[in-house]
Every structure is written in structure tokens, then in C-alpha cells.
Nanobody
Framework: EVRLVESGGGLVQAGGSLRLSCAAS????????IGWFRQAPGKEREGVSC????????FHGDSVQGRFTISTDNAKNTVYLQMNSLKPEDTAVYYC?????????????WGQGTQVTVSS
């Protein structure tokens, strides 16, 4: 059974940092890409960052470029999202998901989400 479990969310002041984790199981981790998405109340889901476990290539959305870093520990089947210089507009539920490639559309498996709240 494919499982993705997020953790690490919480409440932080603007300018602070958080590190999210996405623990994966039930599939060959190195064969897929893992992406982070977020959705704020009343807004559409937004792609944040993605990493290819196969070759380590990373991608970040314009709104988080330079502030967020995605990384992977293949030995632990875990993807991390280090979020620095957080802003109130980063407040959202953050989800990790799996696809064949970061540019793919087959985001078929999702975690349950973790809430990130940034206070001003």
C-alpha cells in the first residue's frame, strides 16, 4: 500500500522557519518524484516544490524560490521541505504527493496534509 505521511507543520512567526517531512512507503522510492503542494482557504492548490528521487533534480515555485529548499533522504524514504523566511501568505495546508516525474500529471497518491500557520 502506497502511503505518504506529512509532519512538521505548526505555528510560526513571520520570518521564522519550519521543516516539513514526507515519509513514503509502499513503493520503490527511487523510481518517483515527490512534490509539495499547498492550499490556503478559498484558494486553489499550488505547487510548491518537487524533487526527483531518481536524480535529485529539484524545482521550486516562484513564490518560494530562494526561501524553501526541498531535499531527500533516500535511505529513509523521506522528503523534506525546509521553509525559511516564512511569510503570512505561506499559511496553508501542505501536502506531499507522488508522480512519475516532477513535470508529470499523474499525482495519484497524496498525504493527509499538515497545517502551516505564519503569524504576522
Amino acid at each position: 500500500e502506497v502511503r505518504l505521511v506529512e509532519s512538521g507543520g505548526g505555528l510560526v512567526q513571520a520570518g521564522g522557519s519550519l521543516r516539513l517531512s514526507c515519509a513514503a512507503s509502499g513503493f520503490t522510492f527511487d523510481d518517483y518524484a515527490i512534490g509539495w503542494f499547498r492550499q490556503a482557504p478559498g484558494k486553489e492548490r499550488e505547487g510548491v516544490s518537487c524533487i526527483s528521487s531518481r536524480d535529485g533534480r529539484t524545482f521550486h515555485g516562484d513564490s518560494v524560490q530562494g526561501r524553501f529548499t526541498i531535499s531527500t533522504d533516500n535511505a529513509k524514504n523521506t522528503v523534506y521541505l525546509q521553509m525559511n523566511s516564512l511569510k503570512p501568505e505561506d499559511t496553508a495546508v501542505y501536502y506531499c504527493a507522488r508522480a512519475s516525474h516532477c513535470s508529470g500529471y499523474d499525482w495519484g497518491y497524496w498525504g493527509q496534509g499538515t497545517q502551516v500557520t505564519v503569524s504576522s
